[in-house]
């Protein structure tokens, strides 16, 4: 089960391409559930996606407008 402060950070990751001040803890606990992925680009800078499962979490808990892209 998520913690609302997850909860909150997989929404942020959702809306934005690179979320500040998220709680290292809760962004562990989302990759180690496989709801988000990190892609470390040539920048330095490292660019966090929903996994499929991330979007159906959204979905689940009534984020109806949540789209995986597929």
Same mark, same amino acid.
């Given at each position: 089960? #998520?913690?609302?402060?997850?909860?909150?950070?997989?929404?942020?990751?959702?809306?934005?391409?690179?979320?500040?001040?998220?709680?290292?803890?809760?962004?562990?606990?989302?990759?180690?559930?496989?709801?988000?992925?990190?892609e470390?680009?040539?920048? *330095?800078?490292?660019?966090?996606? #929903?996994?499929?499962? *991330?979007?159906?979490?959204?979905?689940?808990?009534?984020?109806r407008?949540?789209?995986?892209?597929?």
């Open positions: 089960m #998520l913690s609302p402060h997850e909860i909150a950070a997989l929404m942020l990751i959702g809306t934005t391409r690179y979320p500040d001040d998220l709680d290292r803890d809760d962004l562990h606990a989302l990759y180690e559930r496989q709801l988000v992925s990190l470390k680009l040539g920048s *330095g800078h490292a660019h966090l996606h #929903l996994t499929a499962r *991330g979007y159906s979490i959204l979905r689940s808990i009534g984020k407008h949540w789209d995986s892209g597929s």
